[in-house]
Every structure is written in C-alpha cells, then in structure tokens.
C-alpha cells in the first residue's frame, strides 16, 4: 500500500468514527442534555414549538451520512424492505391530509425518515466488528458516563424532584441526562445489551463493568417495567437462541396477551377487579385513563386515525369535552406503542408496522441463529428487539423522532436483516465506506462482521 492509499484510508476511517460518533450522540445525548422540568409548558401542544437548530442540525447530518452511505457498494442495503416501507409512508401522508394541522403531520413524517436513515447508516458506516465495537464502546462511555455525571454534580436536574412541576411522585427517581426516568431506565437496559456485546467482542473487563454500572442505574431510575423486563429478554432471547419456534410462540402469545390484559383492564371494571384482587394495579400506573380515552378515539376514526403525531397534546383534543373529563387529555402519547399507530394512521398504519417491526423479524432472526455468521452480535439485536417489543406495550416507543429508544430499536431491526441475509451476501465486495484501500472484510455495513459461530 503507497503511503498516498494509507493515508486516505486513516482519513476514511477517521471521518467514519466521527461521523458514526456524531449520530450515536445526537439520539443518545442531543442537543439538551439534563433538561429542566419546570421549564415545559403543559399548554404548548405536541411540536407546536419549532426549534429551527434541532432540525437544521438533523437535516446537515442525515444529508453527510446519506452521502456517506451512497457510496458504500452495500448502499442497496438501506433501508429495506423497501416496498413495505414505501407503503408505510404513503399511508401516513395519506392520513396526515386528515390530521388538524397537515403540514406539522408531513414535517415530523420526514424526520421520522431521516431517524430511520440515521439508524440504518450506523450499521454501514464501521468498516468491520471492530470498529463498531470500539465506537460503541466509546459513545456508550460518554452515554452512560453523562448521566452518573449529572446525578453527582447536577442532582436537580438528573434526579426527579418533589419541586417538579410534573409527576412530583416521581421523586428521588434518576433520570441522569434523560427527561425522563422512563426514558432513562430502557435507555440503560440497551446499554446493559450493548455492553455484554462489548465484553464478549473486544473489551471483556470494561463490557461487564459498563453493564454492571448501566444495571445499577436502571435499578435506582425506578422504571419497574425495564428492571422487571431486563433479566425476562435475557431469558427470553437465550431461549429463542437455542428453539426459535417456542421463542417465536413465547413473543407472539406474550404481546398479544400482554395488550389484551392491559387494555381490556382499561375498559371493564369486573377484570380490572380481578386484577386488584391478586394485588396488580390495574389501571398500570394511571395508564388507563390513557387507554380509555385512545380506545375511544380510536372508535371515531378506525380507518385513517388522526394522522401522524397529530392527536396528542393539541389544541383539538385540550378543547375538547373529553377535556372536562379526564385529565389523559394531557397526555404526551398513549403509553402503547401499538395502540399509538391506530392512533396515527388506524388499522392499515398498525397492520404494517407490526409486519414490519414484529413478523418480517421474527423470520430475520430464525435465519440469522441458523446461518453461520457473528452469533454474538445477532445476540444483541436480538435482545434489543425483543426488549423494545415488549416495552412498546406501555410505551410509545415507535416512531419517536428524537431520544435513543426508537433509534436503537431500528439499530436491532435493520441489524437482524443484516444478520439474516449475511449468506447472500458474503461473496459480495466489502465494504469499507470510506476507505476503499482495506482488506476484504465482511462487515456490519455489508455482512455480520463475518466472525464464525
């Protein structure tokens, strides 16, 4: 290799760190790190206020790493399966010609693609495992580093306060950089998965250490349904390693009864009765009022819905006479993932987001634990997916346009593709991004890193 080659490639792979560095942080840390919960206004509704920087930024970045991946030769990787999520999208702009205000609809349906770009990307920009491994070691540091900063120097604002002008009850709850404590415990769930990544691909001491740390935050940021789940996807993912089909039965029995439990307990006093009898809180943490009103609405308008991101916290719905009713009326989404998008775009939004995120990857995931390819990290896109999956039961996780849950899903959804065509494509050339002077390797961008089982 001439020097001018060597060169170039220490230039290619340095932007590449950057770059992936650069979007890791934007979703895992963002522009506002230990925001003030006083400084919210429950009387501004959903996105009404632009912050032209935020999105100026998102812009600049998605446009450097499109051209980045464009001239990747695994550049036909992005963004697949590519007629599904055609349809997805024509459908929401669709709804969003219904919606209060369209133009706010189709502005946020573009940021959610540019969020989608952005988590495709970082799966094609590492040049190989190691690579990706050292760089999520490095942001997954900063990330979780950030957040033990705050509750030691900036206990105000990354601890949950009996000041605050929300969720007082919250109090002495961590919520380390994050808005919120909810946010913060599945944020460090992914960085427990993250980190036993990291322990078994490069770094073995500091992986356990990172998720012993990102563990006993999620313990103390008292997000019962993330500390419950940690220890249950771990089980669940090593069974569905070891039988897919009983772990495939396992996922689709427990989502479906799992929904059908928490919102036939919105609606009907007798099970909810039930539940409180054998010591559940029924209503799931005051979620239900939430459902109530989402099933509700959802009723009205089964079909189209009220398009994308154009139901909760508007002007419509606080004037409404539900308003006078219940106080769900203020609520930011409708703590389900699932009744969310019958909330957005109804019944076609929610059938082809559960193709998309649940049915196409149950498949991926069978055909990645049984090619031959890099197990360990077709172990963590397992573990996030199925994470995300169930936690979208009590969260609105799907589609989120800023944070780390939605993006670090799409990481595990777009990754378990990935893993599972990695027998098709590892005669194809390699990728390295942006250092066409490497060896021949099969990496994340274009194969599973190509280490064997």
């Given amino acids: 290799m001439s020097d001018g080659g060597a060169n170039t490639a220490g230039k290619g792979t340095f932007f590449a760190a950057v770059l992936f560095l650069a979007v890791f942080s934007y979703f895992w840390i963002g522009l506002n790190p230990f925001p003030d919960p006083n400084a919210a206004s429950l009387s501004t509704p959903y996105g009404g206020s632009s912050n032209l920087l935020n999105q100026l930024i998102v812009i600049a970045m998605s446009g450097v790493v499109l051209v980045a991946v464009l001239q990747n030769p695994a550049r036909h990787l992005l963004l697949r399966p590519h007629g599904l999520l055609i349809c997805l999208l024509l459908w929401l702009l669709f709804t969003g010609l219904f919606a209060g205000d369209p133009s706010a609809a189709f502005r946020r349906i573009v940021f959610a693609i540019l969020v989608c770009l952005c988590s495709n990307a970082v799966l094609l920009i590492p040049k190989n495992e190691t690579q990706f491994a050292k760089l999520m070691c490095v942001g997954l540091i900063f990330a979780v580093g950030l957040s033990y900063f705050g509750i030691l120097a900036l206990p105000r604002l990354s601890i949950h306060q009996a000041s605050d002008a929300l969720e007082q009850s919250l109090a002495g709850d961590w919520r380390g950089h994050f808005g919120h404590k909810n946010v913060a415990a599945a944020a460090m769930v992914y960085a427990v998965f993250f980190s036993l990544y990291i322990a078994r691909s490069e770094y073995a001491r500091l992986g356990l250490m ?8 999620v313990l103390h940021a008292g997000g019962k349904t993330s500390s419950a789940m940690l220890p249950a996807i771990l089980l669940l993912a090593w069974i569905f390693e070891r039988w897919p089909k009983l772990g495939t039965l396992v996922l689709v029995g427990g989502l479906i009864g799992l929904n059908g439990i928490l919102l036939t307990a919105s609606v009907s006093p007798t099970f909810s009765g039930l539940l409180s009898a054998v010591g559940i809180d029924p209503t799931f943490t005051d979620r239900g009022s939430i459902w109530r ?21 508007t002007e419509a719905l606080f004037n409404s006479g539900q308003a006078m009713t219940t106080w769900a009326v203020t609520a930011a989404n409708s703590h389900n993932g699932y009744v ?7 019944v076609p939004a929610l059938i082809m987001t559960v193709i998309w995120l649940v049915i196409l990857p149950v498949g991926y995931a069978r055909r990645a634990l049984a090619g031959k390819n890099d197990i360990v990290l077709t172990r963590l896109f397992l ?6 999956l169930f936690l979208a039961c009590l969260e609105s996780p799907f589609f989120g346009n800023s944070g780390p849950i939605w993006f670090t899903m ?8 990935l893993q599972a065509n990695a027998g098709l494509l590892n005669s194809a050339p390699a990728l390295p991004v942006l250092n066409a002077t490497a060896r021949p390797v099969s990496p994340i961008n274009s194969t599973p890193f190509g280490k064997p089982r």
Avoid: C, H, K, T
């Fill in 293 to 313: 009103l989402a099933l509700s609405a959802i009723a009205d308008r089964p079909i189209i819905g009220y398009g994308f991101q154009s139901f909760w916290q």
């Fill in 210 to 217: 990172m998720a012993l740390a990102a563990a006993f935050f």
């Fill in 410 to 417: 799409l990481v595990s959804v777009f990754g378990l593709r």
């Fill in 340 to 346: 969310e998008q019958l909330i957005n775009g109804g």
């Fill in 383 to 388: 573990r996030i997916w199925l994470f995300s």
